[in-house]
T-cell receptor, first 114, second 113 residues
Framework: KAGVTQTPRYLIKTRGQQVTLSCSPISGHRSVSWYQQTPGQGLQFLFEYFSETQRNKGNFPGRFSGRQFSNSRSEMNVSTLELGDSALYLC?????????????FGPGTRLLVL | AQSVTQLGSHVSVSEGALVLLRCNYSSSVPPYLFWYVQYPNQGLQLLLKYTTGATLVKGINGFEAEFKKSETSFHLTKPSAHMSDAAEYFCAVSDQGTDKLIFGTGTRLQVFP
């Protein structure tokens, strides 16, 4: 079974631009979560989608948004990019939602904001 | 609220030596705990997890972890280190309110020949 895939793998943008990242979960998985990884803040939760509905949201500004499609694929969007948005963005999928779920991560999208 | 603390941001061992990576958790409810490994320029790979049941959990690549409620610990061990084990290791707990993973700050493992 194919793992979680994320596109693109690398991205360079300039301040003020917007960006859309894509995540395809493992086949049959209905929950997709997004995390941001930076050297300073470590791994931080952005949001989770399950059956096209946002279930939970982390402590990020409204510039960060996401959505999930009927095939469970998910996108996240960051508008008005700031230098501090440079990070590795990781997507994780799981069969179901809930605290016990096991999350499987993709390779990430590395975003550099200049 | 749940949290995890990883003691030691860097651990160095010789090839063939015991690997011990420490993780302590804080949780007001029975915790669900995970260990992930991250190789350079890659995502996170699940090593093992504890939800309920047996307190000694075996994972991939010869790693195991023991859940000790009395010590609020979930340390990761491997009897004999390989060069290929060099990576960053993250301990995580599943948050009660949001189901998100709360990660520790990570431990970078170096393995010397």
């Amino acid at each position: 079974k194919a793992g979680v895939t994320q596109t693109p793998r690398y991205l360079i943008k300039t301040r003020g631009q917007q960006v859309t990242l894509s995540c395809s979960p493992i086949s049959g998985h209905r929950s997709v979560s997004w995390y941001q990884q930076t050297p300073g803040q470590g791994l931080q939760f952005l949001f989770e989608y399950f059956s096209e509905t946002q279930r939970n949201k982390g402590n990020f500004p409204g510039r960060f948004s996401g959505r999930q499609f009927s095939n469970s694929r998910s996108e996240m969007n960051v508008s008005t990019l700031e230098l501090g948005d440079s990070a590795l963005y990781l997507c994780a999928s799981s069969l179901a939602s809930g605290r016990r779920k096991t999350q499987y991560f993709g390779p990430g999208t590395r975003l550099l904001v200049l | 609220a749940q949290s995890v603390t990883q003691l030691g941001s860097h651990v160095s061992v010789s090839e063939g030596a015991l690997v011990l990576l420490r993780c302590n958790y804080s949780s007001s409810v029975p915790p669900y705990l995970f260990w992930y490994v991250q190789y350079p320029n890659q995502g996170l790979q699940l090593l093992l997890k504890y939800t309920t049941g047996a307190t000694l959990v075996k994972g991939i690549n010869g790693f195991e972890a023991e859940f000790k409620k009395s010590e609020t610990s979930f340390h990761l061990t491997k009897p004999s280190a390989h060069m290929s084990d060099a990576a960053e290791y993250f301990c995580a707990v599943s948050d009660q309110g949001t189901d998100k993973l709360i990660f520790g700050t990570g431990t970078r493992l170096q393995v010397f020949p």
